[in-house]
Structures are given as structure tokens and as C-alpha cells.
T-cell receptor, first 113, second 113 residues
Framework: SQQGEEDPQALSIQEGENATMNCSYK?????LQWYRQNSGRGLVHLIL?????REKHSGRLRVTLDTSKKSSSLLITASRAADTASYFC?????????????FGTGTSLTVIP | EAQVTQNPRYLITVTGKKLTVTCSQN?????MSWYRQDPGLGLRQIYY???????DKGDVPEGYKVSRKEKRNFPLILESPSPNQTSLYFC????????????FGEGSRLTVL
């Protein structure tokens, strides 16, 4: 399987703390994306980082990408109870090598008020 | 409002009774895909479509059919459902393959008895 893996599988923190989730993948990529899923709902796109980028910010989100290690991290700063959700990374392959998105197994984040 | 609409949202059916899960997007997106989500397995791609009349198998296509006769619609057909197809199904679309960002429907929870 070309699925990625998130680490940890579950994370519980206090409101105001930072949350860090990691994603490892297996093959070369074009883009890596992070998505959020509230319980049983559809996934919502958070941020996309291209293979030639190393870091990207969006509001309280910071994403890093290390293509040599085939890994990415998502940092949520100053977490809020509303950040409680599952977070997934998704990759797509380089041009002309396939047209599928591959999702990881997700990190379940609980932010305690 | 830009959205991906799936129907039905919930369905309980019996083994062998053909069913169709509809998916429609109003964003003029070229790329559409179907995923199933199972505990511990993340999201796995069933089928995808790069454009009208162009469909391809994902990682778990067995037991499913799709069609893309119009740009906005991408129905998922289970000709003879079996209990192992009990799952949460998501339809997603993207402007095109290179854009990357996927927009997800709210999901269809299917139970096959």
C-alpha cells in the first residue's frame, strides 16, 4: 500500500498547548496536504505544501516537509477545544506517475478545555 | 454555495440488493473520486475520474462500479452489496488533478446486513 501513516494515532492536550502531528509516506510526491475531519463528517482541506517547499504557515497552522525523510509535520499552536478532530495527511504522486491521492490513517486530537 | 452533495446520507440494506449512492458537485470540477473509510484503515480510494467519460480504479474497486456521464455527477453503484461493504463512503472533487485540494461530501454511512 502507498498509504501514509500519522503519528501519534491519538493525542490529548490542554487548551492553549501546541499540538504536533507527524506523517510519513512511502513514495515520491508532488504535493502533501493536511485535512481535518470532525467526527463522522466530511474532510476539510487545511493546507497544501508542494514538494519543493519546506515550510508553510496558515493562521495557527505550521506545516513542514522533509522529502529526504519522506515525512511531514503539522503544528497547531494555541489549541482550542474546537480543534478537537481527526487530522489526515494526503499525498499525490509526481506528474505522469499516477492520479491518485493517498491518505494516512489519521491522528485523533482531543483538546481539553 | 460551493458543495459536494451525497445521497443517501444513511442507508441500511440487505445483501444482494443493488444500490446507488449519488454524488453531485456544483463547482465545475474535473476530478472526482470515491473513498471508503473504515476504522484503523483510513481512507481508501475506490474509483476516480479525471473528467467526463474517464474513470479509473483506485485501491479497492472490487464490488463497485462508477460512471461519469456528466461533469457534475459521479454515482457509486453497488451491484450486489455484501456485508464487507459496510462502511462510511465519501465523494470528493477537485478543480483538476494538478490543483490538489479536494472538496468532500458529508459522507454516506452504509450498512449491509
Amino acid at each position: 500500500s502507498q498509504q501514509g501513516e500519522e503519528d501519534p494515532q491519538a493525542l490529548s492536550i490542554q487548551e492553549g498547548e501546541n499540538a504536533t502531528m507527524n506523517c510519513s509516506y512511502k513514495t515520491s510526491i508532488n504535493n502533501l496536504q493536511w485535512y481535518r475531519q470532525n467526527s463522522g463528517r466530511g474532510l476539510v482541506h487545511l493546507i497544501l505544501i508542494r514538494s519543493n517547499e519546506r515550510e508553510k504557515h496558515s493562521g495557527r497552522l505550521r506545516v513542514t516537509l522533509d522529502t529526504s525523510k519522506k515525512s511531514s509535520s503539522l503544528l497547531i499552536t494555541a489549541s482550542r477545544a474546537a480543534d478537537t478532530a481527526s487530522y489526515f495527511c494526503a499525498t499525490d504522486p509526481p506528474p505522469n506517475t499516477g492520479n491518485q491521492f493517498y491518505f494516512g490513517t489519521g491522528t485523533s486530537l482531543t483538546v481539553i478545555p | 454555495e460551493a458543495q459536494v452533495t451525497q445521497n443517501p446520507r444513511y442507508l441500511i440494506t440487505v445483501t444482494g440488493k443493488k444500490l446507488t449512492v449519488t454524488c453531485s458537485q456544483n463547482m465545475n470540477h474535473e476530478y472526482m473520486s470515491w473513498y471508503r473509510q473504515d476504522p484503523g484503515l483510513g481512507l481508501r480510494q475506490i474509483y476516480y475520474s479525471m473528467n467526463v467519460e474517464v474513470t479509473d480504479k483506485g485501491d479497492v474497486p472490487e464490488g463497485y462500479k462508477v460512471s461519469r456521464k456528466e461533469k457534475r455527477n459521479f454515482p457509486l453503484i453497488l451491484e450486489s452489496p455484501s456485508p464487507n461493504q459496510t462502511s462510511l463512503y465519501f465523494c470528493a472533487s477537485s478543480l483538476d488533478w494538478n490543483t490538489g485540494e479536494l472538496f468532500f461530501g458529508e459522507g454516506s454511512r452504509l450498512t449491509v446486513l
